[in-house]
């Protein structure tokens, strides 16, 4: 299986609620807005199989000191395998020498972000 990782652009409004909803994430719930906030983001990662949407990664930045990671997502048939951490390192080619990073996981922590060193929100 061969991953690939890269800076986009934008995603399209169905690959996007197909990843979000394998994941149950409420935000699908709101497609256009969703969509359009992931299209405005600072930096978007994806990371795709085949051109099959599988992972995305976005960052909100003041592009000099702060990057928050607001959506960072696996689709649970491919967790587990490094996809996670492979974008965290696309991100790092921007934001690796920014003063603060920011990733919070919602609800319960997951490896990837303890890893991370996150803080969990209730």
């Not at 969509?35 to 600072?42: D, I, K, M």
């Not at 795709?48 to 995305?56: S, T, W, Y």
């Not at 991100?91 to 690796?96: A, I, K, L, T």
Request: proline fraction near 2%.
């Amino acid at each position: 299986m061969s991953v690939e990782i890269c800076f986009v652009e934008c995603v399209e409004k169905k690959e996007v609620l197909a990843l979000y909803r394998s994941l149950n994430w409420s935000s699908a719930e709101k497609p256009d807005l969703l969509t359009a906030a992931l299209n405005n983001s600072h930096r978007l990662v994806t990371a795709r199989v085949g051109g099959r949407l599988i992972g995305l990664c976005n960052a909100i930045s003041d592009g000099y000191l702060v990057v928050y990671y607001s959506h960072f997502l696996v689709h649970p048939a491919h967790q587990g395998r490094g996809i996670g951490r492979a974008m965290m390192d696309k991100m790092q080619e921007m934001y690796g020498d920014f003063h603060q990073q920011i990733l919070v996981q919602m609800r319960r922590r997951s490896g990837f972000t303890n890893r991370w060193g996150s803080v969990g929100q209730e």
